[in-house]
């Protein structure tokens, strides 16, 4: 059994963190290959250290004195090592770094230190070997990810390393220079990671205990996910719920690698988990709901527009050539919605409009803004009777308006069109028919 553990930035944002980190790793031999965070907040006020780095590269960059908010870096490393009475000293890479600063060496450099220099005390404090990411993890010229690079020398390089800390977040291009994947993309090395020594289990601890079937902020103690799938979970995270980082299942997710998510202040917890597809039933019928506010509909219609060929082709190329995505397209016989992000319509709305007008002549157009998404998601869905009756049967006793629906031809996913200001009313109704009617 092998397990590739990563531990996000709270989970080691001071000494104490590290302490129960240690424990973790200790009470399973598996767990082989650690993949850190920067030190994170330690509380509400606190600063990470990744951001520190950001501003005291700032200000290197434009030539000015970086050395105050360089000693807040230096602290807190220093009372890590201070409070575990490590022996190690990070002076000469403290130097080396702020020359570096003042070399201008990139700030993708300056935020990968806050992985690399936590790497080193981890390192030290498991006694494990230290492997830096930026001679396992590649990037080709153009900034992507080299997948093939990256697992070919990952593998040969920890083939024949029992016990190894890889640092998060960052790896190299060909030419050395370091480069950073996008803000909290040390979930994508501990897949990346896992993916190379083949592991059985991707671990991944932060602090919270794994998905919630609801954001917390609009249900109160919602109940954990015990078990999604990675489609489940694609659906999800793009409709905003984000605990992982969303490019952190593609690596495991070839291979069928399972990935558990655990809390670092709550190690008894079981977490969730992430896994390919399972024969398990989920807890309720739906695995999770979310959504988000800020969209607008473009309605359209036309008398005979269902016997008119190639009329949803012209609609669309209006978005198209205004360079605007959209989100959904619910249709009837006559009429077509168009649903888009509204920020990013708002600015073009008129343009697109007029292309409307020229390109499919249609009798009338009507624009609806401050529209919310939500999104039900349940493999369970496929096999079960009346969920969407249930949905709207739930959501007419909430008093909220249903301004659209699309459910998509999996079955995994239905979408529902609501004002913004009934978002969160309809959540709860939801949440209470699925999940609180089955406690
Ligand atoms: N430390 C980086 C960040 O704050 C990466 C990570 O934590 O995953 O975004």
Redesign the pocket.
Known sequence: MKKVVKF??SSLSGADQFIKVKEIIDLDKARRYVVP??P?KRDGKDT?V?DLLYEAYALASRDKDFSRVFKKIEDRYNSIIEGLGLEISLADEFRTIKKNFKQKTGEDYA?SR??YLNGLLLADYLKYTFVDAAEVVFFDDDGNFDSAKTYKVMHERLEDVERAVIP??YGSYSDGRIKTFS?????ITGSIVARSVKADVYENWTDVSGFFVADPRIITDPETIEMITYTELRELAYMGASVLHEDAIFPVRREGIPINIRNTNKPEDKGSWIVQSTGQKSKFIITGITGKKGFCSVNIEKDKMNSEVGFGRRVLQAFEDNDISFEHMPSGIDTMTIIVHQDEFMEKEQSVVSEINRLTHPDSIDIESDLALIAVVGRGMKSSKGTSGRIFSALAHANVNVKMIDQGSSELNIIIGVKNEDFENAIRAIYNIFVLARL
């Open positions: 996000g930035g965070s920067a994170g990470k990744t935020a806050g992985e998060g977040f803000r909290g993309g040390s979930d």
